[in-house]
């Protein structure tokens, strides 16, 4: 099958790929195509669906990717497991459904290095409320968007135990916000959240599937892409495999990779982008040599502190297997109860030291105390929150070890190996049990469960950090938009460096990952991704003034701080 033709070819149907989607297409003179490896996501799927029921598709064959790293020197050796979704939607059909743009002080940190000026908080802003309808913004908020597909619901909250973290934040001696994603994030509060009525928001069912008839739009799934096809250094196309079929061919006028920050690398080294000695020493012949591609790998890591509940007021009974037909039934039929909620209702942003201008640390609060793939520790009640630090200065890396496309790239992230990332994690723990410390929780704490009290010096925080620690899930930044030797994509086209007809717009384009959940700026890099490859006006640049806790200081020192 050699005779198709798009003008645009968008690989990956995930987050980036669902708004590409919608975008590209509403010129009806664009013929666009989406290909997505993983499956459909049937309206019917209860574990897509549910909000409560995230934890099941993590580490299933039929929702997730199931990657994992190479051994961690600086953990021990273990490998740490990094869960993709493997289906439309990409992972907004398997995330934790939490909304977080990350601080405006990230985007001034993007916008200060060289190229990256239209990449700033100013300019950011106008996508962000483009993509967004917050229903729990006022209607002027200069902060928030009305009318974009994706509807932001904001955490109720109304667990006691939520009510009591905030006030032990506050007796801490953190403030309260009421908008993490407005004009001050530092700060504890409800989170937003993309649930709507009681139902996941994903990227897919945002953008794709409202506009799935349009005569201009194919979406095909199962359509795992081995190769992007060059005459000279323009890409005209793609190669790819639909199910166990034979390999197909398509032409387009433009390629865009939206398979993020793990699948975009690969593809492109794959297709003889990266690299040059690394590639030609796998037999693979060089299109453009760009070091850059798969270097510059970004993540979050976190652990969960965890302590016991006293009184019966946690979540926990709702994870009882005799418990679960009346919830999903409540879930299903009112679209209400500990079914329609994700749970990460509240959290918040707080520096660990005074040198950092920004929030480096994001605190997640659960009303339970639960891992991801849904194990309990002993006990019934219980309660944690998940910390970590937010822009460490480790990096890794992401090399193809084979030219099979099968075969799952190398990732070492090298968490824990910088000396700023291991003492923002001695103080990262530090300060979440000082908010559990605080008398507000004197009437619910039976003790610290997880690491235990037993863990008490920086050495015992590290040492249990690299045996208990997972990723967050925000891997990112692998090819990265910016001028200098290591960048990958042009900050004003999206274009890939030194070649025609191919872009990138996912998460592996942003040059630092920002300080929060990576969904939200994923979207809006591919909002504004839309209109610099269409050829649009880009939004104009709405300056406001948003919280800084040092005025005076300057976007680069806090990204490095």
Not at 168 to 176: D, I, K, M
Not at 181 to 186: A, K, L, P, T, V
Not at 300 to 307: A, D, G, M, S
């Amino acid at each position: 099958m050699s005779d198709q033709q798009y003008d645009f070819v968008i690989v990956g149907g995930g987050s980036a790929g669902s708004a590409l989607g919608n975008r590209l297409s509403a010129d009806p003179g664009n013929r666009v195509l989406v290909l997505e490896a993983g499956r459909k996501d049937s309206r019917w799927d209860v574990f897509v669906h549910m909000p409560a029921a995230l934890t099941y598709p993590i580490g299933s064959r039929f929702y997730d990717w199931k990657y994992e790293t190479e051994p961690e020197p600086w953990m021990g050796g273990r490998r740490v497991y990094h869960a993709r979704g493997k289906i439309l939607g990409g992972s907004s059909s398997i995330n934790g459904m939490i909304w977080q743009r990350g601080n405006p002080m990230d985007y001034e940190r993007w916008g200060a290095d060289e190229g990256m000026g239209s990449w700033d908080f100013a300019h950011c802003l106008p996508y962000f409320k483009r993509l967004e309808n917050c229903l729990a913004a006022a209607p002027d908020d200069p902060f928030h968007g009305h009318d974009g597909p994706l509807v932001l619901e904001r955490g109720p909250a109304t667990n006691p135990l939520f009510g009591a973290f905030l006030a032990a934040a506050q007796e801490a001696g953190y403030a309260l916000t009421d908008d993490v994603n407005g004009y001050r994030q530092e700060g504890f509060g409800p989170f937003d959240r993309n649930v709507h009525r009681g139902r996941r928001l994903s990227a897919a069912r945002a953008y794709l599937h409202p506009v799935m008839d349009r005569p201009n739009l194919t979406v095909e799934t199962r359509a795992f892409v081995t190769k992007i096809l060059f005459e000279g250094e323009r890409a005209v196309g793609v190669q790819y495999r639909h199910g166990r079929g034979p390999l197909r061919t398509v032409h387009a006028g433009e390629v865009v990779l939206s398979g993020g920050a793990i699948n975009t690398p690969q593809l492109l080294q794959l297709s003889g982008v990266g690299n040059g000695s690394e590639l030609r020493a796998l037999g693979i012949d060089v299109v453009a040599d760009l070091p850059g591609v798969g270097e510059n790998l970004q993540d979050h890591l976190e652990v969960y502190i965890q302590h016991a509940a006293k009184q019966p007021v946690s979540i926990a009974p709702g994870m009882k297997w005799w418990r679960k037909p009346g919830i999903g039934a409540q879930w299903l039929f009112l679209r209400k109860g500990l079914g329609a909620t994700n749970h990460f209702e509240a959290g918040g942003f707080a520096r660990s030291n005074d040198d950092v201008a920004y929030p480096n640390l994001m605190f997640h609060f659960l009303p339970i105390a639960v891992r991801y793939d849904g194990s309990m520790p002993a006990g019934e009640h219980g309660y944690q929150v998940h910390i970590g630090p937010m822009y460490s200065d480790a990096r890794g890396t992401l090399k193809i070890r084979s030219t099979d496309p099968r075969v799952q790239p190398a990732m070492r992230f090298n968490y824990l190996s910088t000396e700023q990332d291991r003492r923002e994690w001695v103080e990262a723990v530090q300060v979440a049990r000082k908010i559990f410390a605080q008398p507000a929780f004197a009437p619910y704490s039976a003790g610290e469960i997880s690491p235990g009290p037993e863990i008490e010096t920086p050495e015992q925080i590290l040492s249990w950090v690299a045996r208990d620690a997972e990723t967050a899930l925000h891997p990112s930044c692998t090819a990265k938009m910016g001028t200098d030797p290591l960048s990958v994509v042009d900050p004003t086209t999206m274009g890939v460096h030194g070649l025609e007809g191919l872009r990138v717009a996912d998460a592996s384009a942003m040059p630092y990952v920002t300080n929060g959940n990576i969904y939200a700026p994923v979207m809006m890099l591919a909002e504004k991704a839309a209109d610099l490859i269409l050829g649009n006006t880009p939004l104009a640049p709405e300056h406001v003034e948003f919280y800084r806790h040092r005025p005076a200081a300057a976007p680069q020192a806090a990204g490095q701080a």
